[in-house]
């Protein structure tokens, strides 16, 4: 097959798909990256940008008058910006320039193939969204925090009926209740600057509501 071919052959996703994905652009242009990626495509800014449409047309169309034409300033943001500049270096799906042309950086190229194989299989299950390398996940942060809060079966359970168990904040820590709330509030300040940085209003209110339980 030609480029060309395999660019109009791109799946396309409905909302219901990925909605288990969450809020960040940036994710869904690793997928689409690590798709083309894998058929032998190059990360050209036209091939990337077109493929980011088609199979997310929801996420990147031009306005609600053109929903069947993408929105090119959104993707030039997304793709120049979100995902190649990056506070750090780690965090970048991509390496290179529009110019030269775009490469996936390893943590696109797995959090890309995470995210694609969760939309194919109809499941969230194996989706982990903070795949930076391993050998950081044991280190505290706000990242660590943030992910290790919105992966959980506890947030999952606060985006689908806007509740949060009563005790969540020991369960989803582990600690014995009324114990080490010091360093309870500290994970969540951790946490909160990461979902502040990501826009993340979801999270925020559930750490929001996280807090209360400690009072």
């Not at 660019?7 to 242009?29: N, R, T």
């Amino acid at each position: 097959m030609t480029y060309r071919e395999i660019i109009l052959s791109v799946p396309v996703f409905k909302p219901e798909q990925y909605a288990h994905i969450g809020a960040g652009d940036y994710k869904y242009g690793a997928c689409a990256a690590y798709y083309l990626k894998e058929k032998g495509v190059p990360l050209t800014m036209n091939y990337l940008g077109i493929a980011m449409f088609k199979m997310f047309p929801d996420l990147f169309y031009c306005d609600v008058d053109f929903k069947e034409y993408p929105s090119l300033d959104r993707l030039n943001r997304e793709i120049c910006m979100h995902m190649t500049i990056t506070k750090k270096k780690e965090d970048a799906i991509l390496a290179g320039s529009a110019k030269k042309g775009f490469q996936l950086t390893k943590y696109g190229e797995f959090l890309g193939k995470q995210i694609y194989e969760s939309i194919i299989k109809g499941s969230s299950e194996g989706v982990n969204t903070r795949v930076k390398e391993n050998v950081d996940s044991h280190k505290e942060g706000p990242s660590k925090e943030y992910y290790d809060i919105k992966n959980s079966a506890y947030f999952l359970e606060f985006t689908k009926t806007g509740q949060i168990s009563k005790n969540a904040v020991w369960k989803l820590f582990k600690v014995i209740p009324f114990t080490q709330e010091t360093t309870i509030k500290k994970k969540i300040k951790l946490a909160e600057a990461k979902a502040l940085e990501c826009n993340d209003t979801e999270v925020l209110e559930f750490l929001k509501r996280l807090l209360l339980q400690l009072e």
